[in-house]
């Protein structure tokens, strides 16, 4: 069964330098155990969004939980989906420009750019437009 998997977390130094190491590791690893999806980082809290064969994920959602370089690990979401979102993404991560602030404010309503604060009912769909938005670099 294929689930989709998205969780908040903040960052344990409050500063992206975790980020290509977490990166080149995920493109890898996740490449190997067919998971897709993508990662988010704003102001010290990540977001990620984990697409794949449930025991994959949930197995893989367990290490990045255990992970020290964040803390305060939230799931936000996790069900059963009929295909993925982000087939070609072994993991990419989203940058922020106007365009995607704005798309980020639109499904917040307290306009507040605080990745953590996000409702759990709106991660998924906000990041799926996030991620359709013209314009975003894929690093
Ligand atoms: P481990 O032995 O725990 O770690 C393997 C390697 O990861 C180490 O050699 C080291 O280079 C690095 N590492 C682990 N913990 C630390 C640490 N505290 N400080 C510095 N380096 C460390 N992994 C994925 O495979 N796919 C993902 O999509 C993914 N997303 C992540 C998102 C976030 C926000 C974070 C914080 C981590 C993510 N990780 C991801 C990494 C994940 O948490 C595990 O480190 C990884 O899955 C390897 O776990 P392991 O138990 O097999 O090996």
Redesign the pocket.
């Given at each position: 069964m294929l689930i989709r998997l998205v969780y908040a977390?903040r960052?344990?130094n409050q500063s992206a330098q975790?980020l290509p190491?977490?990166?080149e590791?995920?493109?890898?690893?996740?490449s190997e155990?067919e998971?897709t999806?993508v990662?988010c980082?704003l102001d010290g809290v990540?977001m990620?969004y984990?697409e794949g064969e449930e025991s994959a994920v949930d197995a893989?959602f367990k290490?990045?939980?255990?992970?020290?370089?964040?803390q305060g690990v939230a799931l936000l979401e996790r069900r059963a989906i009929s295909r993925r979102v982000f087939p070609e993404w072994?993991?990419a991560l989203l940058d922020w420009n106007d365009n995607t602030r704005a798309i980020f404010r639109s499904f917040s309503p307290e306009a507040r750019l605080d990745l953590y604060a996000v409702d759990p009912s709106t991660a998924a769909p906000m990041l799926r437009a996030l991620v359709r938005a013209p314009g975003w670099t894929l690093i």
């Open positions: 977390s960052s344990q975790d190491a977490i990166l590791w995920s493109r890898r690893a996740n155990l998971v999806g990662l980082y990540y990620q984990l893989l290490r990045i939980h255990a992970d020290s370089r964040h072994s993991m």
